[in-house]
């Protein structure tokens, strides 16, 4: 079974306006971490927000904020007022400690492409 | 400063040839990871170390693969006998710590292609 799904290969969004990415994930762990990543054609993995498991409150990094709903085991990303320059691959990830190490897991990721 | 850095950024070679890929992570983190990602996938975790030894290398996809990372700073993937399917980018991460530290820091990878 998929640890991290994104059941969006790709989403459009008009400049300016909000998107949601879709992230769904598997883990029978109490402790977890949830982490969102931007891949620009350039290849460089970029972090933007990180929710550990029992954080009560949605993490929000400026315009970047994760709806995180832990009884449906989902952590979507929310981008605001979207720009050009967020066109990217974005990866939802987790981390879990496994066999007393701590692994990340990506789901396929989701192709954002903003429209002006 | 500097960040995770990676060479070569692009590495052509013949099928059953022997390849080395570089890391040098960020001074002074200690942990560093190793990832392949394959066109329009996610990246595939292969390996961590931990300072100078492979914490979990239960990713590498069989015995041609190996790594190291013999001074707890600077690691080498090594990949014997190339097969075509091998063809992927190569990504290095490191954080200050495994465990404290959540955020991976990564390196702008390796663009393998066997040809």
């Known amino acids: 079974a998929q640890k991290i799904t994104q059941t969006q290969p790709g989403m459009f969004v008009q400049e300016k306006e909000a998107v949601t990415l879709d992230c769904t994930y598997d883990?029978?762990?109490?402790?977890?971490?949830l982490f969102w990543y931007k891949q620009p054609s350039s290849g460089e993995m970029i972090f933007l927000i990180y929710?550990?498991?029992?954080?009560?409150q949605n993490a929000t990094e400026g315009r970047y904020s994760l709806n995180f709903q832990k009884a449906r085991k989902s952590a979507n990303l929310v981008i605001s007022a979207s720009q050009l320059g967020d066109s990217a691959m974005y990866f939802c990830?987790?981390?879990?400690?496994?066999?007393?190490?701590?692994?990340?897991?990506f789901g396929t990721g989701t192709r954002l492409k903003v429209l002006a | 400063g500097a960040g995770v850095s990676q060479t070569p950024s692009n590495k052509v070679t013949e099928k059953g040839k022997y390849v080395e890929l570089r890391c040098d992570p960020i001074?002074?983190?200690?942990?560093l990871y190793w990832y392949r990602q394959s066109l329009g996938q996610g990246p595939e975790f292969l390996i961590y170390?931990?300072?100078?030894?492979?914490?979990?290398d239960s990713g590498l996809p069989n015995d041609r693969f190996f790594a190291v990372r013999p001074e707890g700073s600077v690691s080498t993937l090594k990949i014997q006998r190339t097969e075509r399917g091998d063809s992927a980018v190569y990504l290095c991460?490191?954080?200050?710590?495994?465990?404290?530290?959540?955020?991976?820091?990564f390196g702008p990878g390796t663009r393998l292609t066997v040809t």
């Open positions: 991460a490191s954080s200050p710590s495994g465990a404290a530290t959540y955020e991976q820091y």
């Open positions: 883990t029978s762990d109490q402790s977890y971490g």
């Open positions: 929710q550990g498991s029992y954080d009560e």
């Open positions: 990830a987790m981390r879990e400690f496994t066999s007393g190490t701590y692994k990340y897991i």
């Open positions: 001074s002074g983190h200690t942990a």
């Open positions: 170390f931990q300072g100078t030894g492979a914490a979990d």
